[in-house]
């Protein structure tokens, strides 16, 4: 099954199973607000390159599923932070994260939520850019609360150019 087809069954699976699971349009607008900040200080953590900050809005039982890795997937919040923060001389400071059309549900401990995103990132080398690039993306991401703190839980993101 090609990924952009993975991409819609997902969707398709959560939206469908979402009141089966009691998942519902249930939030407060307290959560939402705690979701949405959650999601920008994420955001403006990548912005100011804090691996450290970036890696706490993780739960340590994360799972990002990645478009064209040939797993689908990276679990655990160690395997995640190696992947995206390799120990190399090479450093991939973000420049630009937006996201639009945002939509956010959910109900008890787990919260959904859905949009595009555009996000722009630079190849750094020695001190020096080599490279710079722009994806953009439609996004789910799957938040639990953890110790009273919504932690991104899962997340899966199909890009669109």
Do not use: H
Request: proline share 2%; charged share 25%; with cysteine.
């Amino acid at each position: 099954m090609n990924l952009s087809r993975q991409f819609v069954m997902s969707v398709l699976a959560l939206v469908l199973l979402a009141p089966c699971t009691g998942l519902g349009a249930t939030l407060s607008a307290e959560e939402i607000s705690d979701i949405e900040q959650t999601m920008a200080g994420y955001r403006q953590a990548w912005l100011e390159d804090d691996r450290a900050r970036v890696l706490d809005t993780l739960s340590d039982e994360i799972v990002l599923f990645q478009p064209g890795r040939s797993t689908g997937k990276i679990v655990g919040k160690t395997d995640v932070g190696e992947f995206w923060f390799p120990q190399t001389d090479e450093r991939y400071p973000v420049r630009r994260y937006e996201i639009s059309d945002q939509e956010v549900f959910g109900n008890g401990d787990l919260a959904i939520l859905s949009g595009r995103s555009v996000l722009t990132w630079e190849t750094v080398k020695n001190g020096k850019v080599v490279d710079r690039a722009t994806s953009r993306s439609d996004f789910i991401t799957v938040l639990r609360k953890e110790g009273g703190e919504w932690k991104i839980y899962r997340q899966m993101y199909q890009i669109r150019d």
